[in-house]
C-alpha cells in the first residue's frame, strides 16, 4: 500500500495564494499543477488520486509536497537546473546592449551580429542570441541614417535632378502640380 502521507499544513492565507495560482490561465501549467497537487494534499486526498486527476507519477506528487513543506510556496517556482554556467555575466551583456543602442560603429551605417561580435569578442551565434532575446534589430531604424560615403554629396546631386525629370516625364496625376522635390533639390543642394 505504501508509506502514509505526511499531512500538508495551509493556511486560510497560503490556501487563498494556492486557489488563485490553482485558477490562473495565465501562468504556466506547472506551476498550476503544483497549486492543485499541494490544495489536494492539504484536503486529505491519497496521492494515487491525485496522480490520476494530474496526470503525473506518484514520485512526483511526493516531490512537491516536500518541496512545499520546506519551502512554502517559492519551493512550487521551478528550481534552478543544474548545466553549464553561463559564459557572459551580466555587465558584459549591458555593455554590449549600450553599445549597440547607443553608438554607432566605425565605418558603418548600423552595427551587424559579426561586427559586434567582432568588437566584444563575443562569438556570432551569443550575440545573434542575445540580439533575439532583447528583440534587437540595429539595421532596423525609424529613422533616416545618413550615409558615410565620403561622396555621397556629390551623388546626390547628380541623381536627385535626373529622378525629378523623370517623375516630370511621367505627368501622373501625384507629380502634375509643383514638383517639391526638384524644389527640394535644387534649394538644398546648390552651393
Request: proline fraction near 6%; glycine fraction near 8%.
Amino acid at each position: 500500500m505504501g508509506r502514509p502521507n505526511t499531512v500538508v499544513a495551509v493556511s486560510a492565507a497560503e490556501s487563498e495564494q494556492l486557489g488563485a495560482i490553482a485558477r490562473s490561465r495565465s501562468l504556466p501549467h506547472s506551476l498550476v499543477r503544483r497549486a492543485q497537487i499541494v490544495l489536494m494534499s492539504a484536503e486529505g486526498v491519497s496521492n494515487q488520486t491525485i496522480a490520476a486527476r494530474c496526470g503525473v507519477s506518484v514520485p512526483t506528487i511526493s516531490h512537491w509536497r516536500r518541496c512545499w513543506r520546506e519551502r512554502g510556496v517559492a519551493g512550487l517556482h521551478g528550481e534552478l537546473r543544474p548545466g553549464r554556467p553561463r559564459s557572459y555575466g551580466d555587465e558584459q551583456v549591458a555593455t554590449l546592449m549600450r553599445k549597440v543602442l547607443h553608438r554607432r560603429p566605425p565605418n558603418a551605417t548600423h552595427w551587424s551580429v559579426r561586427t559586434v561580435a567582432a568588437d566584444t569578442g563575443i562569438s556570432k551565434s551569443t550575440v545573434a542570441r542575445y540580439f533575439a532575446l532583447f528583440g534587437l534589430q540595429p539595421h532596423r531604424s525609424k529613422s533616416f541614417k545618413l550615409s558615410t560615403d565620403p561622396f555621397f554629396v556629390e551623388k546626390v546631386r547628380d541623381v536627385v535632378p535626373w529622378c525629378c525629370a523623370w517623375m516630370k516625364s511621367r505627368r501622373s496625376r501625384r507629380w502634375s502640380g509643383p514638383n517639391r522635390c526638384c524644389r527640394w533639390g535644387s534649394a538644398t543642394l546648390k552651393g
